[in-house]
């Protein structure tokens, strides 16, 4: 493999037991430099499992790990220096400042006091903190911690950034800096998993999904790939006023729709591919019977994909 082709982190038949449950079965994916990888999946999925074993925390009962092509179980020390781990925990200093706590995580990663002093300012800011950088721990926010965790495991330049659930529990400005901070990131070309249950995050900061479930990948792709397992129909819910059920047959024979239901007395759904662009031509077709009060165009999402695949809804 060339370096121009080798991903910045790979797993390959991941595996996990603890006594009879399987809480990582056949896990794979390989994530390219300046490309970002989210695992969506509910509470108990195997997020937390499957990211203890690439971080080198947690030993597989099956499977590899390769970090820019290192190998973590051949060449522990020198995989895990190239990757940046969050971890839902917050373990910082209450009684230090942003700055101090960050100073202290430095040391450990072994960067020296120069370096590390421009670098701690660089990743204040990436984090979106350097107004606060020199007040006590204690006084921040939830969020705020949760991006000092970030900043900390930023400071060695990982080219991998893994971050288990970091918008859990974290105010809406700490995750709109969060979720601006990674973007960021990846632009520059870092590579980063980003794990969630919350479908709207990783369909806005990952170009490639996993979908996990019960300790497995169900589905992994773009998107727009992953909405397309569910098929390419929009749901078209109008709400009609006068002859409904005239209306409604003619709704039917309307060109591109696939599917009707009615769904109330004065209410229908529709199922069409490119619903949107079928708006004008359902108005008129009920012209006459009845007149369209008021319609919603549904695109198929995530969240519907999940549900196709599970049975289940994401939500707890
Ligand atoms: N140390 C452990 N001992 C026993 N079971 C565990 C342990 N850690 C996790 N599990 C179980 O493994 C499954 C996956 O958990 P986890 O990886 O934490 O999921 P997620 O992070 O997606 O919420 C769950 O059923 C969980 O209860
Ligand atoms: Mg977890």
């Not at 499957?50 to 947690?58: A, D, E, H, K, Q």
């Amino acid at each position: 493999m060339t370096a121009a082709t080798t991903a910045a982190l790979s797993c390959l038949d991941l595996g996990k037991r603890y006594g009879d449950l399987v809480a990582v079965h056949d896990v794979g994916f390989s994530i390219a430099p300046g490309q970002a990888y989210g695992l969506l999946g509910p509470n108990g999925a195997g997020k937390t499992t499957t990211i203890s074993m690439l971080v080198g925390l947690l030993r597989p009962d099956a499977g590899t790990v390769t970090v820019g092509g290192v190998d973590l179980a051949r060449e522990p020390l020198r995989a895990k220096s190239r990757i940046g781990y969050v971890p839902q925990e917050i373990a910082l200093y209450p009684e230090l400042t942003g700055r101090e706590n960050l100073r202290f995580f430095g040391r450990i990663f072994g960067l020296h006091r120069r370096a590390l002093a421009a670098r701690i300012a660089e990743v204040l800011d990436l984090v979106g903190l350097a107004d606060r950088a020199d007040t006590r721990l204690d006084t921040y926010s939830g969020g705020m911690k949760r991006r000092i965790n970030i900043g900390a495991a930023l400071l060695h330049r990982p080219e991998v950034l893994i971050l288990d659930e970091p918008t859990v529990g974290v105010d809406p400005q700490s995750r709109k800096a969060i979720l601006d901070g990674l973007e960021h990131l990846v632009g520059d070309g870092m590579a980063l998993l980003y794990t969630s249950h919350y479908m709207e995050e990783v369909e806005r900061v990952c170009d490639r999904v996993a979908i996990i479930d019960h300790g497995r990948i169900v589905a992994d792709g773009t998107r727009r790939e992953l909405v397309a397992l569910v098929g390419s129909a929009d749901t078209v819910d109008l709400t009609l006023d006068g002859d409904v059920e005239t209306a409604f047959a003619e709704l039917r024979a309307v060109r591109g729709v696939t599917e009707a239901a009615r769904t109330g007395t004065a209410s229908v759904r529709l199922m069409a591919d490119g619903g949107r662009y079928l708006l004008p031509a359902l108005i008129t077709a009920v012209q006459g019977h009845a007149v369209v009060t008021a319609a919603q165009v549904v695109e198929p999402d995530l969240e519907a994909t999940f549900l196709h695949l599970t049975g289940t809804t994401l939500r707890d």
